[in-house]
């Protein structure tokens, strides 16, 4: 993989901050977007601008065509099985949501279980919090290890017959640790449960086959995967799309309506109410466009080597803590003894790197970690050894900064 190449394809990393060149690892939080996706939007509003599905206009059509076009490149790049299944979204939060009100809300009852992680992003938490409160369901957690992973096991006794929903990240936006999403699902099936997968940090990183993994639903947002902000996708298999509830109405999702009462178009349209996230989808498309060229399993083995890097660097840092498994997904979360990350991130932002520091939105797992907040280095398919030596250097920085106490 030409990473020098595919760097020249972002324009924003070509660029100082505070005196030095820019090493961004921030791309857990989002990614940045190569000059393809930028020229897709660009375009769509120079030439295309116009709502789509209603008009019989040139316009329209194009539209239309591109955006709907976008739809099936979601649904080649996670193999699902139609077009049906696959539902634009402002993102994963607003999926896992879907999920939560127009599935779990009519199907929960007393006594029935949903179970979840630790490690869950809050979006991965809240939405199943609510459904519990409103439908008298409990919510289970299945145990982590030490190094923050799960079992088989552990899952096996978790997830009972009682169990409706199992709700798991697929990679956790802090750890890095890849769940076994297959085996979960098979869990999750055999005790009559349904399995959705949080996989905002899994499809810019992995290769994703949605039939392989036999998930019911998965929900990704666009903007980890070199798309625009604002865009999401919930994948769902078509039979439990059809027995879900829409959570928006209006134009658009109708087929008719009456004074008194109103019937759905069908799949996907039936969840996609209003003016729909045009751009951001045409936008996506490209994104996957430039993905595939590059190739997920390229860049699945990409991350691994800076990931091994990263770790085999830092580790030999005096009073560094690194949390998480050391087989895991693109990031390196970590802690420098005696400084708060917050400082942490600010020492290295005068150096030019950007890191995110603070609870990641995961404060349960920063309970479970007995820490407030921590650092995180995130990689992706533009980052070098180089930024990572950068990293290092800055991490050293700080340390002397605040009197290197070690």
């Known amino acids: 993989m030409n990473v020098e190449a595919i760097r020249e394809q972002f324009p924003i990393l070509n660029q100082e901050v505070n005196g030095h060149p820019l090493v961004y690892l ?3 939080a989002t990614s940045q977007k190569p000059i393809k996706v930028i020229e897709a939007l660009n375009s769509y509003y120079h030439l295309n601008n116009s709502n789509v599905h209603r008009g019989v206009h040139t316009l329209g059509t194009r539209a239309t065509d591109q955006y709907e076009g976008a739809r099936d490149k979601v649904k080649q790049f996670i193999h699902a099985a139609s077009t049906e299944e696959i539902i634009f979204t402002r993102g994963a939060t607003t999926a896992i949501n879907m999920v ?6 009519h199907f929960l009852k007393e006594g029935d279980e949903v179970v979840i992680t630790q490690m869950e992003h809050h979006s991965n938490i809240i939405p199943w919090q609510q459904a519990c409160k409103c439908t008298g369901a409990t919510l289970k957690y299945i145990p982590m290890e030490s190094d923050g992973t799960i079992t088989l096991d552990a899952a096996r006794e978790t997830i009972t017959s009682n169990t409706k929903i199992v709700a798991i990240t697929h990679v956790s936006n802090v750890l890095g640790t890849i769940n076994p999403i297959r085996e979960i699902a098979d869990i999750a099936h055999e005790n009559g449960a349904i399995l959705l997968v949080d996989g905002a940090q899994g499809i810019p990183h992995l290769k994703v086959d949605v039939q392989a993994l036999d998930c019911d639903f998965y929900a990704f947002s666009g903007h980890k995967m070199c798309g625009p902000t604002g865009i999401g996708v919930l994948y769902g298999k078509k039979a439990l799309l059809e027995k879900m509830e829409p959570v928006e109405f209006g134009g658009e999702m109708i087929d008719f309506v009456d004074l008194y009462d109103s019937t759905w178009k069908e799949l996907p349209w039936k969840f996609e109410g209003g003016t729909p996230i045009i751009a951001g989808a045409i936008g996506l498309g ?10 997920m399993e390229e860049i699945e083995a990409h991350e691994k080597q800076l990931v091994s890097y990263a770790q085999g660097k830092l580790s030999t840092i005096d009073g560094i803590t690194i949390y998480g498994p050391k087989q895991r997904s693109g990031l390196v979360t970590f802690n420098i003894e005696g400084v708060h990350p917050h400082d942490t991130a600010t020492v290295l932002d005068a150096e030019g790197i950007a890191v995110r520091a603070g609870h990641h939105c995961a404060q349960p797992l920063m309970k479970w970690l007995q820490a407030t907040a921590t650092a995180r280095a995130s990689f992706y398919l533009y980052n070098t050894n180089d930024d990572i030596d950068r990293l290092v250097e800055g ?3 700080a340390k002397e900064y605040f009197g290197d106490v070690f």
């Open 395 to 397: 991490i050293q920085r």
């Open 26 to 28: 921030d791309s857990a």
């Open 100 to 105: 939560g009100y127009g599935y779990a809300r």
């Open 286 to 295: 490209a994104a996957i466009d430039f993905l595939n060229e590059i190739g």
